[in-house]
């Protein structure tokens, strides 16, 4: 039910805004969450932003690079992603939630896309 877009191959230092899409979701009812998972590694809680877009949260290592933000009435979701580091580099993955407060456990969020690739190399 969400479908991400976006990624691509980005020189460090470089920009990238990855785009979700939630066709058959009402993502008004919903907290959303940007997750990344790089080879071997668990995967981590990167952003996530309130139904009304009046609370956002992000994870230190991206907090003043990337902004979350969302059109309810297009049923999206989107990751500005700036100064782009090799560290950066994973499969990105849009999720919904149902709470109160924005979580960051992978195991709070119900529904989740495929993933779109992000690679940040020279």
């Known amino acids: 039910q969400l479908v991400e877009s976006g990624g691509d191959l980005v020189q460090p230092g470089g920009s990238l805004r990855l785009s979700c899409a939630a066709p058959g979701l009402t993502i008004s009812w919903y907290i959303m969450g940007w997750f990344r998972q790089a080879p071997g590694k668990e995967r981590e809680f990167v952003a996530g932003i309130s139904p009304s877009s009046d609370d956002v949260k992000y994870s230190y290592s991206v907090e003043g690079r990337f902004t979350i933000s969302r059109e309810n009435d297009k049923n999206m979701v989107y990751l500005e992603m700036n100064s782009l580091l090799p560290a950066d580099t994973a499969v990105y993955y849009c999720?919904?939630?149902?709470?109160?407060?924005?979580?960051?456990?992978?195991?709070?969020?119900?529904?989740w896309g495929p993933g779109t690739q992000v690679t940040v190399s020279s």
């Open positions: 999720a919904s939630a149902q709470h109160y407060l924005i979580r960051t456990a992978p195991e709070d969020y119900t529904y």
